[in-house]
């Protein structure tokens, strides 16, 4: 009952270096592998990660995938992987060194538990006054209660977040794939590890949080400025309204469904005409505004994926 860590990098050649070596230093009592996931880099990551780890005595891989999307990249690597958990690490996480031995303790004491997230920290540095008011986004910060099962439709940060890997086999045997692909090259679309977590609820199993797991989240200065949030802001809303798909206990009907999308759209309407005449004095007004464009857009776009999206977990996940 050991781990596989994914790894799943784009140009991750300058972020790489203490997320490979916190990897390299784990204290486990149990063997692990590790899988870096090439995304269509156009840099040295793939020779950089081979020098660092050639000689670190791991069992580790590295494959090159060209079909950008970190989603698909994520599942080619779950294709490699030879243990009963997985670790979504991303390439600028750097794991507290009992990582390994805390999640697999827990995991294993808990036959039930279909993903386990954990507690993302922002490295000692000097943040402007807005941050903190939105650093979720980032990755960062209490996912919940400690080991108490989330509420439905509820969902993990993708970073450091395990998955047990017989749940995502049984995904797969049902031919369920990704309607998100996450983030493209320096795209900041997301929403893969929202679908993920929706999924494996769907499935009967739960979802928790661990306040002992811990990591450092080495997000950059360049990344902690509010013009890349509202950026961040518009990846994560470019998934609306498929995640809603997956909501099959408050739309069991198609028509229940249906009544929604309408709805929401005429929400979308209504905020954007409310945010156009309303002041954007503050950061929030600020984000408001931004994201119910973005979601407008993201309607528009993604209408009869999520229509398609539903029938389609109406099949796989339906009583």
């Not at 870096?36 to 081979?50: P, R, V, Y």
């Not at 960062?140 to 099962?149: D, H, I, M, S």
Request: hydrophobic letters at 40%; aromatic letters at 16%.
């Amino acid at each position: 009952m050991s781990c596989s860590i994914i790894i799943c990098t784009y140009n991750g050649e300058t972020k790489l270096q203490n997320t490979l070596k916190a990897i390299i230093n784990q204290e486990t009592t149990f063997p692990w592998e590790l899988i870096i996931i090439d995304n269509n880099s156009s840099d040295n990551t793939f020779s950089f990660s081979e020098s660092l780890l050639k000689n670190s005595g791991i069992d580790y891989r590295i494959e090159r995938f060209s079909k950008p999307g970190k989603m698909y990249a994520f599942w080619h690597g779950i294709s490699f992987a030879k243990y009963a958990f997985i670790l979504d690490c991303d390439d600028d996480n750097e794991l507290f060194p009992d990582f390994l031995e805390e999640g697999l303790k827990i995991l294993n004491a808990k036959p039930k538990l279909g993903a386990l997230g954990s507690l993302g920290i922002l490295p000692a540095q000097k943040v402007p006054d807005w941050f903190n008011q939105f650093s979720k986004s980032y990755a960062l910060g209490p996912q919940g209660r400690n080991l108490e099962p989330l509420p439905k439709f509820a969902y993990l940060y993708g970073a450091g977040c395990f998955y047990r890997k017989s749940i995502l086999n049984d995904l797969s045997e049902k031919e369920f794939e990704s309607l998100l692909s996450c983030r493209k090259g320096e795209e900041l679309t997301s929403g893969g590890d929202v679908e993920f977590c929706h999924a494996i609820q769907l499935l009967g199993y739960d979802l928790m949080y661990s306040e002992t797991l811990k990591f450092f989240h080495n997000i950059g200065s360049e990344r902690i400025s509010f013009e890349y949030y509202l950026r961040l802001k518009r990846g994560i809303s470019s998934s609306f309204p498929i995640l809603a798909s997956y909501n099959l206990d408050t739309y069991p009907a198609f028509n229940d469904f249906r009544k929604h999308l309408i709805s929401s759209f005429f929400l979308l309407v209504k905020g954007i005409i409310k945010t156009a005449f309303l002041p954007q004095n503050n950061y929030q007004r600020k984000v408001d505004y931004v994201v119910v464009r973005a979601k407008f857009f993201a309607f528009l776009k993604n209408y009869q994926v999520a229509v398609d999206g539903y029938k389609r977990n109406q099949k796989i996940f339906g009583s």
